[in-house]
Structures are given as structure tokens and as C-alpha cells.
């Protein structure tokens, strides 16, 4: 699995509005056939930044992620609203996806 995390940091102006602007980027990616997950989270200690997970089946299904259109038009609906260059992690990891965490489970 190609697993991604990505740091944004948004433009205060574009703070609040980041998922909408990015909700045509997002849906298409989710809809690739090698996509395994690709969540967006807000930080908690900055309401300017914006941490992306992606996960995808292998290599070329990132390939195919990296060459695709909608990954180009987001990169440039992208490009005026950030406030710096994004921070990345691109690595190939042996998961398949999400798995339980063997350490905590419910309670009650």
C-alpha cells in the first residue's frame, strides 16, 4: 500500500471554506479504482492547517492518481489557497489498510 499524509496550511481566508473548495479534488480521488481512503482532518491546534490521508492500493495506482486530471486541477485549485508549501509522507508500507489497533478496545 502507498500511504500519504500531507500537512496544508491554508490562507486564513480560505480556513473555513478548505473541504468545499476541495470537495470535487476529494470525491474524485475517493472514486479511483486503487484508492483505499483518502480523509481529511482539521488540526486542533491550528485552524489554519489541514493533515490528508491517503492510502492507495500500490504504485501504480498512485502513479495513476498523480497523473490523472482531477489530481492536476486540484493541485491548481490549490495553489492560491495555501499559505506555504505543503509537508508530505510517501511511503510503501506492507498494510492493505486500516487494521485494529491491538491495544485498546470499548469498554462497557
Do not use: C
Not at 7 to 34: I, Q
Not at 41 to 66: I, K, N, T
Request: proline letters at 6%.
Amino acid at each position: 500500500m502507498i500511504f500519504i499524509a500531507v500537512k496544508f496550511t491554508a490562507r486564513p481566508e480560505y480556513a473555513d471554506s478548505w473541504l468545499e473548495k476541495t470537495a470535487a479534488f476529494t470525491a474524485a480521488t475517493r472514486a479511483e479504482e486503487g484508492n483505499l481512503f483518502f480523509d481529511w482532518s482539521r488540526s486542533v491546534e491550528d485552524p489554519h492547517q489541514y493533515v490528508l490521508l491517503e492510502g492507495f492500493r500500490d504504485a501504480d495506482a498512485g502513479a495513476a492518481h498523480v497523473g490523472s486530471d482531477h489530481f492536476k486541477a486540484g493541485l491548481e485549485a490549490m495553489a492560491p489557497l495555501i499559505a506555504s508549501v505543503p509537508e508530505i509522507i510517501n511511503a510503501d508500507i506492507p498494510n492493505e489498510g486500516w487494521g485494529p489497533m491491538g491495544e485498546l478496545t470499548p469498554q462497557g
